[in-house]
């Protein structure tokens, strides 16, 4: 069995466990996760020549997994400033302010570009109640990773058309339409499992849709970033992980985006 595959049919179910087993356990995993994939962020900021301060990055990180477990999303603010203080403080004091500018902001983006998702699956979590925020956050890493399994595969086999060679060379138009699809076929299929188990009773298809369709794109930006990033520092993978993923980053690179997206179309309209 191909390891991409078969590093996924372990990883899926544990992630359906921890979801299961309550806030608690589900904060505390995010929190790991979410400490090693800055850690790998900053490490490709390094290879790109950058000076990032991983400690202020990792207390960001904290400081988001914390306010998400208690539910503040009005908190965000007050993370981001204080990150944006420490970083530029110690860059000044430690570094006498050579590129504090540079760093500072990727300091910053590393913490807000893992730790805001982290906070986002969290709050998501329970968004609707208990039961319709199962069913949001399933539907969202479902729709992730089928659209990735599309892409790879349908790239693989009917891929002309590069989508963006400069990022991923390997990457193509059709195997994203494929993903797209099968992205998009997975959130209906959840949204009828969900509606069927009463998660929802009130999901419309058109809502299920957008929100296939938003997980679907906006993951695969968030595989293109990371990719971006990768090149930049002329790495292959973030790090290593599990056989076939790479680091933690390349296995969380899509969900980075499209949590957050989902999150808030959820409060916007569906809460």
């Known amino acids: 069995m191909n390891q991409r595959v078969s590093s996924a049919l372990i990883a899926i179910p544990l992630a359906l466990l921890v979801i299961i087993l309550g806030r608690a356990y589900l904060a505390a995993t995010l929190l790991v996760f979410g ?3 800055v850690r790998e962020f900053y490490d490709l900021a390094q290879f790109s020549g950058y000076g990032p301060l991983e400690q202020v990055g ?31 403080t110690w860059q000044t004091l430690a570094f006498g302010g050579q590129n504090s500018i540079a760093n500072s902001a990727i300091t910053l983006l590393g913490s807000v570009y893992v730790g805001l998702p982290m906070a986002g699956a969290l709050m998501l979590r329970y968004t609707g109640g208990e039961q319709a925020g199962f069913g949001y956050l399933l539907m969202a890493i479902l729709t992730v990773w089928a659209t990735d399994t599309g892409a790879y595969y349908g790239g693989k086999a009917l891929g002309k058309r590069r989508l963006a060679p ?13 993903g797209l699809a099968c992205g998009v076929a997975t959130g209906v299929v959840v949204r009828w499992l969900g509606a069927a188990l009463m998660w929802w009773p009130h999901l419309g298809l058109g809502h299920s849709l957008v929100l296939a369709v938003i997980t679907s794109l906006s993951g695969q930006m968030g595989d293109l970033a990371e990719s971006a990033f990768k090149r930049s520092a002329e790495v292959k993978d973030s790090g290593v992980f599990m056989p076939g993923h790479g680091g933690v980053l390349d296995r969380l690179d899509s969900l980075l985006l499209a949590i957050p997206l989902v999150y808030y179309y959820v409060r916007l309209f569906l809460s």
């Open 58 to 88: 990792i207390l960001g990180v904290i400081a988001f997994v914390a306010f998400g477990y208690l539910g503040m999303q009005q908190t965000v603010g007050i993370v981001v400033t204080c990150i944006v203080i420490l970083s530029l």
């Open 166 to 178: 400069r990022v991923s060379p390997n990457k193509t138009c059709e195997g994203a339409i494929i």
């Open 35 to 37: 400490v090693m994939a």
